[in-house]
């Protein structure tokens, strides 16, 4: 096992301590992050005691640790999984040699893009989030969302770890520009489509971290499958945290959910007492599934194949044996693309579909987290169920963007999309009225009346603990 070192400036158990030009370096830019943090991270609550988990070592039980906190004296660290001895590359070209412990110099630019669009979605994140502290349903929730943004700031730790090791000088200066680069900013945005878009509200927020975090886990796998041993590692990390990001995302869309359908049962329309429709909610979940959808790049790609190839970047648990080629050269990918005004079958070889079979199996982990939060509705007697909206919906990414199609992906017509696209995606007006509902709660165990209280506390304490203080 790894040393772990709590008492540094920065906490980690890569040995910081006997690296002194890393240190010297990090040390550098960690002033920088914390003003990023002050300029851009959440916009309020800073001084407030939260109660948050920091992550103080790798270990299976007990690696993280609950107390108050206040979030700019959170303790941001550096941690990897530990290493498995004489680990080897166990898919595509370079297959049976050993893994990396350097950066190899012919994968040198895939790799640093690689690392550089992770570590570009985790400020990003925090930077859409920043007002919602302002509007939180509860304690409880205003705590989930900090626990959240923190982390995502470790992510970004995580990465920049990586760049300030592995990459010299360019390392650095992509390090530098991590916090330059913006949520929405039109001049300097972040590097993915979802991760400019505004997260105004708690249903976006409860959304982003059901659906966009959820891409998180399945990136983050992928490349905790990878022949450089330290981005495996980091990542592999990075992955006990992604799980409760995504928890948050759908303990909180069940929860808006179950309240509309307590006030259905009874009789009571929702927009009546400031609760979110079904229908409504719906076309929040079609909006940001298919914008996350988009995160998994083309399904046709060369970058993923070559990715693949030379060893970087693996199948979603590559490692667990599940796959019989591990070359993925021997079979090809079936799917449907567009032609003209319908769909006809294409193959793809295999390896260049990996962005499709990872996106695959995304959308398959979303279909039954939707199938959770329907077992509810039913339970509630209530005749509504969620869907999870096909791969061609609505999609600026690969081989369906250009054309229209249904939630259920039927291909449609320019003017069926104009007549028909405010079924299926949220409106201003939806838009406004969701907003209208956003009020504060500050009132430890009370909730906005278009959320349902959840069924348990963090960390073994009560519903009505006081998450968050305000002294
Ligand atoms: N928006 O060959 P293609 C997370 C670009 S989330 C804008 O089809 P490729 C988190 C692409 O860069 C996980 N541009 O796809 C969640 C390429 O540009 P160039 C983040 C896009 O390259 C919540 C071109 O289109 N991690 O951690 O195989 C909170 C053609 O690309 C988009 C990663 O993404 C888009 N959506 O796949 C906090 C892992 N999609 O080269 C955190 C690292 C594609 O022509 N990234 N493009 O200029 C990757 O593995 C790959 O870069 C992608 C794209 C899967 C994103
Ligand atoms: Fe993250
Ligand atoms: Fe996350």
Redesign the pocket.
Known sequence: MSTVDLEAKIPNNVGLRDNKRLLRALEKWQPAFLQWWRDMGPSDFNMNDIYLRTAVGVGKGGWAHFDYVKMPDYRWGIFLADGVEDRKIHFGDNIGASVWSEVPGEHRNRLR??IV??GD??PA?VEQQRRLGHTAPSLYDMRSLFQVNVE?GR?LWAMVYLLHTYFGADGREEAEAMLDRHSGDSDSPR????FNEPIDTWLDFFC?TTF??R??KY??AS?AESGFDPLARTTQFMLTEEAY?MQTGENGMGRIAHRAAELVRDGVDPMSVGAIPLEMIQRYINFWASRSM?????ED????AE?FASGL?GRYREGDGIYRDARALESAYQMKVPDGDHLVDREIPLRRAM?ALLLDAYRADCVRISQRWNRDLQKLGVDFQFEIPSTRFNRN??VYSHYRFTPQGEMISESEWTKRHHEWLPSQKDRDYVKSCMVAVHEPGKFANYISPPSMGVNEQSVDFEYVKFH
């Open positions: 893009r690689l669009t992770q979605t985790e994140s995502e992510h590097i993915l489509e979802a982003f966009t975090d891409d998180g990136q983050l490349l990001h988009d995160l998994f790049g083309g790609s060369t970058n993923a990715s970047k962005n990414q690969g």
